[in-house]
């Protein structure tokens, strides 16, 4: 099991939707015993065309999107000297040892935690062509394009990521979250199934899953969807309130 950047974990975002949806992004997972807070509000979310552009909405939702998986935090960085001294020291190993995978993905999500999306895309990118077959690096690939609007590019890494690890609900969620970024309602509910079917105590997916139904004129489905995700959380009761009419 990899280790995962905790800190992040505390993201605590508010949910603002226009009419039936919700959407945030931030990076890396949490460790395996740490419970995922994933709301932390972005820039306000678009309608996107088909080739994922976004487009101007009238009002949008905010949705949180899933923490990226990291694979050599032993010791994770928490402040931006921590970062900075991260990339200082992956590029130190990358000038002796350029192929150094270790090394670049360190360095990508230290960028990524910057806010240096399109340098840690870059690196994520060369991380691929060493390690083609490496989920982790598809979903963090993915969760930076989600933090540009690049909808369909995010969406194809997810899709990526679940392909090489079919048991990640985060990836799955991921998925469904940038097809909610684009109004593809329909599209996003067999995502969030798949994620809540890996971890049937996954309230995200539940509450994101309600809002997808509601979005889709399926009150019923949205109402249970939406208790569970209370249940399971109890600050999933505001979307149920404004959801399923509660």
Same mark, same amino acid.
């Given at each position: 099991?990899?280790?995962?950047?905790?800190?992040?974990?505390?993201?605590?975002?508010?949910?603002?939707?226009?009419?039936?949806?919700?959407?945030?992004?931030?990076?890396?997972?949490?460790?395996?015993?740490?419970?995922?807070?994933?709301?932390?509000?972005?820039?306000?979310?678009?309608?996107?065309?088909?080739?994922?552009?976004?487009?101007?909405?009238?009002?949008?939702?905010?949705?949180?999107?899933?923490?990226?998986?990291?694979?050599?935090?032993?010791?994770?960085?928490?402040?931006?000297?921590?970062?900075?001294?991260?990339?200082?020291?992956?590029?130190?190993?990358?000038?002796?040892?350029?192929?150094?995978?270790?090394?670049?993905?360190?360095?990508?999500?230290?960028? =990524?935690?910057?806010?240096?999306? +399109?340098? $840690?895309? #870059? @690196?994520?990118?060369? *991380?691929?062509? !060493?390690? &083609?077959?490496? %989920?982790?690096?598809?979903?963090?690939?993915?969760?930076?394009?989600?933090?540009?609007?690049?909808?369909?590019?995010?969406?194809?890494?997810?899709?990526?990521?679940?392909?090489?690890?079919?048991?990640?609900?985060?990836?799955?969620?991921?998925?469904?979250?940038?097809?909610?970024?684009?109004?593809?309602?329909?599209?996003?509910?067999?995502?969030?199934?798949?994620?809540?079917?890996?971890?049937?105590?996954?309230?995200?997916?539940?509450?994101?899953?309600?809002?997808?139904? =509601?979005?889709?004129?399926?009150? +019923?489905? $949205?109402? #249970? @969807?939406?208790?569970? *995700?209370?249940? !399971?959380? &109890?600050?999933? %009761?505001?979307?149920?309130?404004?959801?399923?009419?509660?």
């Amino acid at each position: 099991m990899t280790h995962r950047y905790a800190s992040l974990l505390s993201i605590a975002g508010s949910l603002l939707f226009f009419s039936q949806c919700a959407t945030t992004v931030e990076t890396d997972k949490p460790t395996a015993t740490a419970q995922r807070a994933m709301r932390q509000e972005v820039a306000t979310p678009r309608a996107a065309d088909s080739t994922g552009a976004s487009l101007s909405a009238s009002a949008a939702p905010a949705i949180p999107l899933p923490e990226a998986p990291s694979s050599v935090e032993a010791a994770a960085p928490k402040t931006s000297a921590d970062y900075r001294k991260a990339i200082r020291v992956a590029d130190a190993t990358l000038a002796s040892k350029p192929r150094d995978f270790d090394a670049v993905l360190t360095r990508a999500k230290a960028k =990524s935690h910057l806010k240096d999306y +399109n340098d $840690a895309i #870059a @690196d994520y990118n060369f *991380a691929a062509r !060493l390690q &083609p077959k490496n %989920a982790e690096v598809y979903y963090n690939r993915g969760l930076n394009r989600l933090k540009l609007k690049q909808y369909t590019a995010a969406i194809s890494d997810f899709s990526k990521a679940t392909r090489y690890n079919p048991a990640d609900k985060e990836a799955f969620f991921g998925r469904g979250a940038a097809r909610m970024q684009m109004f593809q309602f329909k599209t996003a509910i067999p995502d969030f199934t798949k994620a809540i079917e890996l971890d049937p105590t996954y309230a995200d997916a539940y509450e994101y899953r309600g809002i997808s139904f =509601s979005s889709i004129n399926k009150p +019923n489905e $949205a109402k #249970a @969807d939406l208790e569970k *995700a209370t249940q !399971l959380n &109890p600050a999933a %009761a505001k979307s149920l309130r404004r959801y399923a009419g509660k």
